[in-house]
């Protein structure tokens, strides 16, 4: 029975999940609502918990795409400064859903195409396809080339991989930007003691921001209330940054750590993710949001001053894959 993939109906909604029955972990993916994996439960020190938050109701119901589970931010995370940006000298106008920016892309709320599902090589499979031109119809002519986002989850004992595939099907230059809105319950049990707690993400600097927008600079870490190297604490953490300079560590670009529970949720992204936003919504105590980016938000308006944020262009026919993992790790109490 391990690993194994399932289907069930949230009203008129197909939702799919990936199993591991040895482990009791189990992801569940709605396509039609962006592809959001909304519940995420991973053996944590012995017993199966929720670590992924989401709204109870959301697959029968879902609303506010980019406050529950993992939401995809595609074919830019974060905002774009008034809705418009210019392109290879191309003006172009985005509908302004943060008004009066526009914020994460197009594919997080989208009807997806499920390509295939099953086992393979020892995982749970779920693949998933985004399309603007198929899938946000409407937003084709607001972007200067059509995309295709290809998404593959896979499920195997404590740990859930997501690749991710980005690929140009026109003639012309497409520049894109990929996030995933990720939220966690945290501490892992939802006790309300948070003190024994860390946040721990391995930033060397952060950018300056003004009304949730990017200045430019950057400063480093050290000294500053945004040095997560060693870990902050959710019992008073209060975060809405833009972290970068990220390290590479095989070991972990983020860590979760509840000692009270011997656990952590470790997530690696390696070298592909170089912006990372930490992001505490009000009002919804023990959640945080680890947001990894490939690009900086306003990345075209960073772009024309000559400041590199990250932004990725990919010429006609050309394709770019990511790699993004989350564990769930028991540790040593000292």
Do not use: C
Not at 56 to 71: Q, V
Not at 226 to 252: K, V
């Amino acid at each position: 029975m391990s690993p194994r993939v399932s289907t069930s109906w949230a009203g008129e909604r197909i939702v799919y999940h990936l199993h591991d029955d040895a482990s009791g972990a189990s992801a569940s993916i709605l396509p039609s609502y962006g592809f959001n994996l909304f519940d995420l439960r991973l053996p944590v020190n012995g017993e199966v918990r929720a670590v992924v938050a989401s709204e109870p109701g959301f697959a029968e119901n879902p609303s506010r795409p980019a406050r529950n589970g993992f939401p995809i931010l595609f074919p830019f995370p974060g905002r774009i400064r008034d809705a418009r940006f210019t392109f290879a000298g191309i003006a172009y106008e985005l509908a302004p859903n943060k008004p009066p920016h526009a914020i994460h892309g197009f594919a997080h709320e989208a009807n997806w195409d499920v390509i295939e599902h099953g086992v393979e090589h020892g995982s749970a499979t779920l693949i998933g396809r985004f399309q603007i031109s198929r899938n946000a119809p409407e937003a084709l002519h607001r972007w200067p080339a059509d995309a295709i986002l290809e998404i593959t989850y896979r499920l195997a004992g404590s740990k859930l991989t997501l690749d991710a595939s980005v690929t140009n099907p026109t003639e012309r230059p497409l520049p894109w930007g990929f996030g995933l809105h990720s939220y966690f319950r945290f501490p892992f049990d939802g006790r309300e003691d948070r003190s024994t707690t860390r946040l721990v993400v391995d930033a060397s600097e952060f950018w300056v921001l003004s009304d949730s927008l990017p200045t430019g600079e950057r400063r480093p870490v050290d000294g500053t209330p945004l040095d997560y190297r060693r870990g902050l604490s959710m019992a008073d953490l209060l975060a809405d940054d833009a972290l970068t300079g990220l390290s590479s560590d095989p070991n972990g670009n983020a860590r979760l750590i509840d000692e009270a529970l011997g656990a952590e949720l470790r997530l690696t992204y390696g070298n592909t993710i170089r912006e990372m936003v930490i992001f505490t919504p009000s009002g919804s105590a023990g959640i945080v949001a680890v947001e990894p980016y490939t690009q900086m938000a306003d990345g075209f308006s960073l772009r024309d001053r000559g400041i590199d944020a990250g932004m990725r262009i990919l010429a006609p026919g050309e394709s770019d894959e990511l790699e993004l993992s989350f564990e769930s790790i028991p540790i040593e109490l000292g």
